[in-house]
């Protein structure tokens, strides 16, 4: 029971009068059509339509880099390589140009090491497949050149 309102009251504001047979909205009682449709209720509230059951869909299997593996048995372990050594923001930033770029990268250790506010880690890799390594460096290569990109 609420402050406000004694139980009959509550089973009054919640009492269904009718429902819109064509869209299912239920309306209190003293209602006589729909505001949407603009057609007669039906008495008594809407019979709920079951949803139709979902087929279960296996979880996609992912490797390291979070790539949809794509031949379940053909899986194999992606090693990860190392692109570049370079301070915390710089290697997110290649990381991120990388990814851009549509080569899966990450950064390892993925975040500061600290001890008493003192970094312990100096330089962050920048990782990706193994198979891309190349690919990975040429697309950072004019990060690296003097003057930048």
Request: glycine share 8%.
């Amino acid at each position: 029971m609420t402050r406000w309102h004694r139980p009959k009251e509550l089973e009054d504001l919640n009492a269904v009068g009718g429902h819109c047979p064509r869209c299912g909205a239920e309306y209190r009682p003293g209602f006589t059509t729909c505001a949407d449709c603009n057609v007669p209720l039906v008495a008594g509230p809407a019979t709920p339509h079951p949803e139709p059951p979902r087929e279960e869909e296996e979880p996609e299997e992912r490797d390291w880099w979070d790539r949809v593996i794509r031949h379940r048995g053909e899986a194999k372990e992606t090693e990860p390589a190392k692109v570049a050594e370079l301070p915390y923001e710089e290697a997110w930033l290649l990381a991120g140009r990388l990814r851009a770029d549509g080569i899966p990268a990450t950064v390892f250790p993925p975040q500061p090491q600290t001890i008493y506010g003192m970094a312990l880690t100096r330089s962050y890799s920048v990782l990706v497949p193994k198979e891309l390594l190349d690919e990975a460096r040429e697309a950072a290569r004019p990060y690296f050149e003097e003057g930048g990109g």
